[in-house]
């Protein structure tokens, strides 16, 4: 059977190439890997090896009971991911997080991957897939080559694959003391599906005001790689510190303008300032700091913006950040098995769907190979259920945000799995029991969707 079958091309040798190939290969169904690496270079690669690691060794957190990285490990090894099984070969002595050698883990992924019979690595850079091309996962992670970037703008219709992207920190619902914040919009204004309570709003003195200005403009900035210095800012999206830096009531009259807005702890006590938070997921468990995409270092992060009020507990899904990156806007571009909807021979992978992270790329991949492989067989591709990492990461990426209204906001940013992806547990659960009942709920539900996916796993 696997003579008849043609073979499934994969663009990128990165985590999430390697995985989706090895994944489509266990299969059954032959597979050409393309890696344009060491015939053309990023300016962050320094060998041809795949899934070569660029920045840290670590694969974060390895506790499958209490951290939805960790769960996302345990159940890409329960699906016999090629990423977690040399993971695991090449670790090291990390505490509860899993670090690996970093050239013994990238040189076991090509070593399994060259040596595997229906997986074939050709070392070219692939600009346009040729039409004749009916099954193709493009995999080529955040430093896309100029060319298929160009490719992907025509495929797509989007203006700006290539920016630097400030993101604003998310922020945990449960961690908000609510003592201090309160739900209200602007002039309780409802908007487009609201109810005129849609914020949280976090209120600050003229003092509390001022000492927030001093630590953003004296906070520890981020600095730009060379080849990122010539990228602009998105859609004008400038970080706080920089607005912050423009005048010190640029803030107040900006994202933090307390016009609009009551305490309802404090009657007639106007904020001189507030921050508000947006609802960013349709779970309602993750809120976004609204205006404050920033470079600031992650650590300096966590210690100014726990000074605002009603913030001082606050838990962080992600951190904001500033960096060049390759994403498709996927809720609008993608459909549920991560096909372009234009063009549905595409399929993508890793990072390029708006996911971060080595191990959540590996994830993707390993998902967008099994699609594949499925569909090469005739099948409909089965997803996971979205109480599992899998499926809350695959859920986050194909339409877990949501819309904004905002001018020039691009609502949909790359994150993390975290446990504000994944549907709350039954109600009753213990606070300190939440999250593991929510990773034992996913790995009972990945067992069964994993026996029922896979009717063709290769002998």
Excluded at 61 to 84: F, K, N, P, T, Y
Aim: one cysteine or more; aromatic letters at 6%.
């Amino acid at each position: 059977m696997m003579r008849n079958l043609r073979p499934i091309h994969v663009i990128g040798g990165g985590l999430a190439g390697a995985e989706a190939a090895w994944q489509i290969a266990r299969q059954g169904v032959p597979v050409v890997l393309h890696e344009m690496r060491p015939a053309r270079s990023t300016p962050v690669h320094k060998t041809a090896q795949l899934a070569e690691l660029v920045c840290s060794n670590s694969f974060r957190s390895d506790d499958a009971q209490a951290s939805a990285i960790g769960l996302l490990h345990e159940e890409m090894r329960r699906l016999g991911s090629l990423v977690m099984h040399t993971a695991d070969a090449a670790k090291l002595p990390a505490g509860s997080a899993l670090a690996v050698d970093r050239e013994g883990f990238a040189g076991a992924i090509t070593a399994a991957i060259e040596a595997a019979p229906i997986i074939a690595v050709h070392r070219e850079e692939v600009g346009a897939p040729p039409p004749d091309w009916d099954s193709v996962i493009v995999a080529t992670g955040p430093l896309t080559s100029p060319a298929l970037a160009e490719t992907l703008r025509t495929l797509t219709g989007e203006d700006a694959l290539a920016f630097f992207d400030a993101i604003a920190p998310i922020v945990h619902r449960d961690s908000v003391d609510f003592d201090i914040a309160w739900f209200q919009s602007r002039y309780d204004k409802a908007g487009p599906a609201g109810s005129g309570a849609d914020y949280i709003n976090c209120p600050l003195t003229r003092a509390q005001y001022e000492d927030f200005v001093d630590a953003l403009l004296a906070g520890e900035k981020v600095a730009f790689h060379d080849f990122e210095t010539a990228t602009p800012y998105f859609d004008g999206c400038l970080p706080i510190e920089v607005m912050a830096e423009r005048g010190r009531e640029t803030l107040r009259h900006g994202p933090m303008k307390p016009f609009g807005l009551r305490n309802p702890h404090r009657p007639g006590d106007k904020p001189y300032a507030v921050v508000q938070l947006r609802q960013d997921n349709k779970l309602g468990t993750l809120f976004n700091m609204v205006g404050f995409q920033t470079k600031l270092k992650h650590g300096e992060q966590v210690r100014i913006f726990r000074s605002i009020p009603g913030l001082a507990g606050a838990e962080f899904a992600r951190l904001g950040g500033l960096h060049r990156n390759t994403f498709l806007n996927s809720p609008k571009l993608l459909d549920a098995t991560l096909r372009l909807k234009t063009a549905p021979r595409l399929r993508f992978a890793g990072q390029i769907t708006g996911c971060e992270g080595y191990v959540e790329s590996a994830a993707i991949g390993l998902l967008v190979g099994r699609f594949a492989a499925a569909e090469r067989h005739g099948q409909t591709p089965l997803l996971p259920p979205p109480t599992t990492a899998h499926g809350a990461l695959l859920n986050h990426i194909t339409g877990g945000h949501i819309e904004t209204i905002d001018a020039g906001a691009r609502s949909f940013q790359p994150m993390n799995v975290n446990f504000g992806l994944f549907p709350p547990p039954a109600a009753g659960t213990p606070r300190g029991a939440r999250k593991a009942a929510v990773c034992a709920r996913a790995l009972a539900d990945l067992e069964t969707w994993a026996i029922s996916d896979l009717p063709h796993a290769a002998e």
